[in-house]
């Protein structure tokens, strides 16, 4: 595997359901990013994740659970979603706050 | 508050031509610029990263500009092709400890054979 890897790449859920998107880098670095992107809308940072601390929680519900154990992999973690937060959950890496982000290629989530 | 905009939100080109994306922000104090492009219902590909003491950025034939001091950044495509048909988003970093970066809506290029 190289880059950003994020599994699933599609989730269906229930609005009672408990669902964990997965996100693994391997690019060595110390960063990591959830990002939402719903349609019409520009990407909007979720959380951020620097030397496995939290960083940056932007107003998210808390419905969302980040978790991230360890510099090369990141969690969130799902529980009584609403059908408004079904949209294209992107997760990102970086070396340091300053330096070029890389992006997986999503979890397309649809909440029902 | 940093607020990026992206002109136009759609583009339509034959094949072969030269072509401009634009991309605007409020707060000039920004660490760095990148661009991406996101092809329908994946993530994102970043293409070039200027950094705020740089003046442009070439990869291939694309080449990004940046003028911190009026707020713009311009991606040029040169001799398009079908197969840059893609969304391209531009995000400006504004530094500090917040690792934040704020994305434009992206402008919809599609390049006709």
């Known amino acids: 595997e190289t880059g950003v890897t994020q599994t699933p790449r599609h989730l269906v859920m229930g609005m009672t359901n408990k669902k964990s998107l997965k996100c693994e880098q391997h690019?060595?670095?110390?960063?990591m990013y959830w990002y939402k992107q719903s349609a019409k809308k520009p990407l909007e940072l979720m959380f951020v994740?620097?030397?496995?601390?939290?960083?940056e929680n932007n107003s998210v519900p808390s419905r969302f659970s980040p978790e991230c154990p360890n510099s090369s992999h990141l969690f969130l973690h799902l529980h009584t979603l609403q059908p408004e937060d079904s949209a294209l959950y992107l997760c990102?890496?970086?070396?340091?706050?300053?330096?070029?982000?890389?992006f997986g290629p999503g979890t397309r989530l649809t909440v029902l | 508050k940093q607020e990026v905009t992206q002109i136009p939100a759609a583009l339509s080109v034959p094949e072969g031509e030269n072509l401009v994306l634009n991309c605007s922000f409020t707060d000039s104090a920004i660490y760095n610029l990148q661009w991406f492009r996101q092809d329908p219902g994946k993530g994102l590909t970043s293409l070039l990263l200027?950094?705020?003491?740089?003046r442009e950025q070439t990869s291939g034939r694309l080449n990004a500009s940046l003028d911190k001091s009026s707020g713009r950044s311009t991606l040029y495509i040169a001799a398009s092709q079908p197969g840059d048909s893609a969304t391209y988003l531009c995000a400006a970093n504004s530094g500090g400890s917040n690792y934040k970066l704020t994305f434009g809506k992206g402008t919809l290029l599609t390049v006709n054979p």
């Open positions: 994740y620097s030397l496995e601390e939290r960083v």
């Open positions: 990102a890496s970086s070396q340091g706050a300053y330096n070029e982000q890389f």
């Open positions: 200027i950094q705020s003491s740089q």
């Open positions: 690019l060595g670095h110390n960063a």
